[in-house]
């Protein structure tokens, strides 16, 4: 029998970063657990990324995951507020690098393409394509939904890297 491979699948925010965690052998998924760290959104950015990386390492160590998945952000604001998007991804990217997780990227189409069907879906979409696909999730809000949907993707291209070879 196939081991289990505990994923998280992270999406990065500053004010809200979802978090969520399966179970994965080989396409069967369980939940495990899901949620949303709020940083402070008052303070200097480094307290508040602190605060970001503090909550992400509980969340970790937590629930012991095996690999991680972070979305890449997808910005059509200002360039303050990308920049600050990216800092906050980048503790996303280091906080499970740091504790020897393997640690996957995916665009934004391709966790949604991979969830819904379609790379233009809408949050709703997602959200409710996580609750069919895993029934006894608690989906806490869109930003975990998303997050469950990172681990999702990430667990599904996996199998596919693992069948070339690319996992061992």
Not at 45 to 54: I, K, Q, S, T, V
Not at 104 to 113: D, P, R, S
């Amino acid at each position: 029998m196939t081991r289990a491979v505990r994923i998280i699948g992270i999406d990065p925010g500053l004010r809200r970063c979802g978090w969520g965690v399966i179970d994965a052998v080989d396409n069967r998924l369980s939940f495990v657990a899901g949620g949303t760290i709020t940083p402070p959104i008052e303070g200097a950015l480094a307290e508040r990324l602190a605060a970001l990386a503090l909550g992400l390492g509980e969340v970790l160590d937590s629930h012991r995951p095996d690999e991680a998945a972070v979305e890449e952000t997808f910005v059509n604001a200002g360039a303050r507020s990308a920049l600050i998007l990216g800092q906050a991804r980048g503790v996303t990217l280091v906080v499970p690098a740091l504790r020897g997780l393997v640690v996957a990227e995916y665009a934004t189409n391709l966790v949604k393409k991979s969830v819904v069907g379609t790379g233009h879906a809408e949050k709703n979409q997602v959200a409710l394509m996580v609750k069919t696909l895993m029934p006894t999730a608690v989906v806490k809000g869109a930003d975990a939904a998303d997050a469950l949907a990172v681990a999702i993707c990430h667990a599904h291209h996996r199998v596919s890297a693992q069948r070339m070879g690319a996992y061992a």
